[in-house]
């Protein structure tokens, strides 16, 4: 649950501009899809929000104040190649919560109902590198939620990966949503995902948000 607002942001790769955005704010609890072409500065926008590329020139501000560590203990970023350790699956997605220091009963009880609840069960003590691009992506957006951030980012979470775990990536997602009410960004290709899940939609072309609206204002039925 965080405002984020960016003022004057621009972003040069060898003097050349692939982002300039002059004004945009994400209210506290927005479900904000972005779309647009490759190249569009998609991915240069949301690793700028994660803090995991320094802006050329202006601000990002959350609740007022500019982007800083604290920020980074509620805030995580799902990639569209799950980055995953090389231990089981449990251990995976129990991860965040010990280096929170949470007891080790309360851990297990949070993570074994989350596989649960993802049906990933019958993997839950298989190695995280032995896993399907599916299987694989599903554990990465389960230790991403598990210590409920107030900011979740995802980069075409589902870009490479089977229609049932997609949706089960989607369910999984949109519960987080209406149990924790975080602000979400999802970058997709996938329009009807967007419209499934998001309530806002920002279209990027060459560096800029171009239109911006009510998912259901901006993609209309087939
Ligand atoms: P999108 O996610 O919308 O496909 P990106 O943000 O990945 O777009 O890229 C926007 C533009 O910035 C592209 O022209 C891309 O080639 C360029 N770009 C992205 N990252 C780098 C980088 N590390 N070095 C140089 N150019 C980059
Ligand atoms: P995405 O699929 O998320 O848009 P890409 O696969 O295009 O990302 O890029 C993967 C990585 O390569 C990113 O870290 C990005 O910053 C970097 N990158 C993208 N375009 C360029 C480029 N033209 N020159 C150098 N690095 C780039």
New binding site residues.
């Given amino acids: 649950m965080m405002n984020l607002t960016i003022k004057n942001l621009t972003k040069y790769?060898?003097k050349q501009c692939?982002l300039s955005i002059d004004a945009f704010t994400i209210e506290r609890s927005s479900f904000l899809g972005i779309i647009?072409p490759?190249?569009?500065?998609?991915?240069?926008?949301v690793k700028m929000l994660a803090g995991l590329e320094t802006p050329s020139s202006g601000e990002i501000l959350y609740e007022k104040s500019l982007i800083s560590p604290p920020i980074y203990k509620s805030m995580t970023m799902v990639f569209q190649k799950p980055y995953l350790l090389r231990t089981s699956v449990f251990n995976n997605i129990a991860y965040p919560l010990k280096i929170r220091k949470l007891n080790p009963k309360a851990i297990d009880k949070k993570v074994n109902h989350l596989i649960v609840e993802m049906g990933i069960e019958s993997i839950k003590n298989q190695n995280a590198w032995t896993l399907s691009g599916g299987e694989a992506q599903k554990v990465a957006l389960a230790r991403a939620i598990i210590f409920e951030p107030a900011l979740l980012i995802l980069d075409e979470p589902t870009a490479n990966i089977d229609p049932a775990s997609i949706l089960t990536m989607e369910k999984t997602i949109n519960k987080f949503y209406q149990q924790s009410a975080p602000s979400i960004i999802i970058?997709t290709h996938n329009i009807q995902q967007a419209k499934r899940l998001c309530k806002e939609i920002a279209f990027?072309h060459q560096g800029k948000i171009v239109e911006f609206g009510k998912s259901s204002d901006m993609i209309h039925h087939p």
Avoid: E
Wanted: no cysteine; hydrophobic share 35%.
């Fill in positions: 790769y060898n692939v647009g490759n190249g569009a500065g998609k991915s240069t926008l970058v990027m």
